[in-house]
């Protein structure tokens, strides 16, 4: 049965879709002119120093774009261009990189790419680093608590890890202590590795 | 013989101190503090416990059935008090335990996070896949168990939950070696003196024998916690 309620509630849904239609737009506009020129406006970088994002949960994405307005996630580049960036488009860019369909990365050292595979897979109960596919899952293909790393370039993830290990990102309490755990030969080779996946 | 009048309240006083001194050192391996408390008065949910785990199972496995190396024990099948205490004791420092330190931190688990992932672990299966030692010394093993162990430990390995006694069967061999080591020389650091001196005097072969022995306790006679 409708009722002036029901009546209500779609006005003001509509009113909402309304208001956002707009804010879309600009987010687009704001791919194009602002995110295409690293990321790519398929959200699949060719410059392997920036991520590819196409593929990466939304919730996750935004998280990160608040981390790094909060200056909790430390990039000079990333954080000036952030700033730029109204917080209330976050969203639909999360969601707008999320959406594209992600590139296939490409393995360069299949040996160093084992040595990767055996960490990612097992760990090292030695040094106490956990199996990368606890969270990760073993197709590294993320979710919404983490990120995708399956198919990324190799020196992204690489400088990550080694981000993680100086303390210079501290996104996620974990990380700090599985990136300080790992050996420097220990990123090279799980980077390697998660490029392929 | 001459007693001055206060002699016996005194000595009645000393009495009831000594005694509560030592009632202290058999109770303080399990005393009752804030987060524990809290923790244990909460309710479980094992459906948020098993999304809440997922950072626990890069070290404890999918399943939660720890590595046969005994780097990590297994969790599967564990009473869930008995996983409330040794996490809120390695967190607040009462059990030393370095590597997994970070991961039981208060910024990364909530106390509600604890009791739900206690509640999914003590449900968890428990294949009989565990790593047992090389079998042969199991008649001492056997001798040692049923003397000194199964008191507490119970006959099949199951533990108690009202006492925090953990289950021992399914755990892995190597994970048994170690901890009983580290609780004989006094190094695991919450143990229940109860513990301690019972196995006081076993030399390593005396715990090897045990640890393998009780790796090889039956998994299907212990009744899975409702």
């Known amino acids: 049965m409708t009722g002036p309620r029901d009546l209500l509630g779609v006005l003001a849904c509509a009113a909402l879709l309304l208001q956002a239609s707009p804010s879309a737009a600009d987010a687009q506009e704001t791919v194009k002119t602002v995110c295409a020129a690293c990321h790519g406006a398929d959200g699949n970088s060719t410059d392997p120093r920036y991520p590819k994002l196409a593929g990466m949960d939304q919730e996750y994405l935004m998280r990160q774009l608040k981390a790094f307005a909060s200056g909790k996630r430390r990039e000079e580049t990333m954080s000036a261009i952030v700033a730029g960036i109204d917080p209330n488009d976050f969203s639909k860019l999360a969601g707008y990189y999320g959406k594209l369909k992600p590139a296939p ?25 956990p199996a990368c596919t606890g969270c990760h899952q073993s197709d590294g293909q993320g979710n919404a608590r983490f990120p995708r790393l399956a198919g990324q370039h190799q020196a992204y993830t690489l400088k990550q890890l080694n981000d993680y290990k100086s303390g210079r990102r501290a996104t996620d309490p974990l990380m700090t202590t599985v990136g300080k755990r790992l050996t420097a030969d220990e990123i090279k080779a799980v980077a390697e590795y998660v490029a392929g996946l | ?19 509560a001194g030592a009632d202290a050192s058999r109770t303080d391996w399990n005393a009752a503090y804030p987060e524990k408390t809290a923790v244990l008065g909460l309710h479980g949910d094992a459906g948020r416990g098993a999304e809440a785990f997922v950072i626990c199972q890069g070290c404890h496995r999918v399943g939660a059935l720890g590595r046969a190396d005994g780097s990590y024990p297994r969790l599967a099948g564990q009473h869930a008090s008995v996983l409330i205490k040794q996490l809120t004791d390695v967190r607040t420092g009462r059990r030393s335990n370095p590597k997994m330190l970070p991961f039981a931190d208060h910024q990364v688990i909530s106390i509600q996070e604890i009791a739900d992932i206690a509640a999914y672990l003590q449900a968890l299966p428990v294949p009989a896949t565990q790593g047992q030692g090389a079998g042969n010394d199991l008649a001492r093993g056997a001798r040692l168990y049923r003397a000194d162990c199964a008191v507490c430990h119970g006959a099949h390995g199951e533990g108690d939950a009202d006492k925090f006694y953990p289950r021992v069967s399914g755990q892995h061999f190597k994970y048994l070696l170690r901890e009983n080591q580290l609780i004989r020389d006094n190094k695991r650091r919450n143990a229940n003196p109860e513990m301690i001196g019972a196995i006081k005097n076993y030399t390593d072969a005396d715990i090897a024998a045990v640890a393998d022995f009780m790796s090889r306790l039956p998994v299907e006679m212990v009744k899975q916690v409702p």
């Open chain 1, 105 to 129: 990365g490409k393995v360069n050292d299949s040996r160093l790419a084992a040595k990767g595979k055996a960490l990612y897979e097992d760990g090292n109960t030695d040094s106490g680093v």
């Open chain 2, 1 to 19: 013989m001459t007693r001055h009048w206060l002699g016996l309240p005194i000595a009645t006083l000393a009495c009831s101190l000594a005694i």
